[in-house]
């Protein structure tokens, strides 16, 4: 590895350099097209709620607010913000939970997963409720989701976006949802959004690129695998986990997904996203399960949203 290329690009973008080592053994000669990604400006998308109106009235309606919408291919709920003369949130439409101000990489998560009516889906880390109420959407506010979180300040935003957003099919538990599996929950579906280092953030906030060490890294892959272990905990035999996170690295995603691997009946499968890169099956040379090719990565300089992993799992019999 070039120390003086990395200490350079390190002092040129601000980053610290130890994180730039790493995205030189990752991405090699397209590192610094990489890196000059995250300094993009990513644009915002609201995704319509129809459970309460029709993405198309929606959009002439704030339309007529000045508010310039992009359609996003294979998502006729979503749309990128062109343009807006207003605060987005704060007009009529959005206090009355006509639409969500989401990110996409939330957005595609929800749609990997592909919840449908009358399953039993757990969201594990649910705040503030942008996928858990995307989830209901899905199910037409049918069946039933639980939706956890940690946090007693991020419980009321969750519950507080369940009651704007018209959701009467979910029960929101402040808890740590390692303690879920005692309920003897047998779940169709799990969504895991883990806690991470949040790189694929830098974007939206330049002070994570020199906010977390490599330590972060490691002590959060620990929460991961308690995590993980407990997702397929809770599926039913052909249930669906999908994990993902907000970060670049693989000790938060490839690896967390291969250790899994190692020590339950799940399996890769494919995500049916039509964009993202393939989840790493080598990363800084160490041999991954190969199905992991299957994980789509995405990245601010391709795919115009913030740093994402996703991974779609199913349970298969012990």
Not at 141 to 151: C, M, P, Q, W
């Amino acid at each position: 590895m070039n120390n003086r290329e990395a200490e350079q690009l390190a002092s040129q973008y601000g980053y610290r350099q130890y994180m730039i080592e790493r995205y030189l053994a990752l991405f090699g000669s397209k590192t610094e097209q990489f890196l000059k990604g995250n300094e993009l400006v990513i644009p915002s998308t609201i995704r319509m709620n129809t459970l309460a109106s029709s993405p198309t009235e929606v959009v002439s309606r704030l339309q007529t607010k000045g508010v310039q919408l992009d359609p996003i291919d294979s998502l006729p709920y979503a749309f990128r913000v062109h343009q807006s003369t207003v605060p987005l949130g704060a007009t009529t439409e959005y206090l009355l939970g006509y639409y969500l101000l989401q990110s996409l990489a939330s957005i595609w998560a929800v749609n990997t997963l592909n919840p449908q009516a009358n399953q039993l889906v757990v969201d594990m880390c649910a705040a503030p409720g942008g996928k858990t109420t995307l989830i209901a959407q899905f199910m037409e506010n049918k069946g039933s989701v639980l939706a956890t979180d940690i946090s007693r300040e991020r419980i009321r935003s969750l519950r507080s976006n369940l009651s704007r957003m018209r959701v009467d099919n979910t029960l929101a538990i402040r808890m740590d949802a390692t303690q879920l599996p005692k309920f003897g929950i047998q779940a169709d579906a799990v969504l895991l959004d883990a806690p991470c280092t949040g790189e694929g953030l830098i974007p939206l906030d330049p002070e994570r690129k020199h906010s977390r060490t490599a330590e972060d890294i490691m002590t959060l892959a620990k929460v991961q695998q308690r995590l993980i272990l407990t997702a397929i905990q809770l599926l039913r035999e052909g249930g669906v986990l999908v994990y993902a996170t907000c970060s670049f690295a693989p000790e938060e995603n490839e690896e967390i997904i291969d250790y899994a691997l190692q020590r339950c009946p799940i399996q890769i499968v494919d995500t049916g996203l039509p964009i993202g890169e393939p989840g790493f099956t080598a990363p800084f040379e160490k041999e991954l399960d190969k199905s992991l090719h299957l994980a789509r990565r995405f990245y601010p300089y391709k795919h115009q949203m913030e740093g994402f992993f996703i991974c779609k799992m199913v349970k298969v019999a012990a």
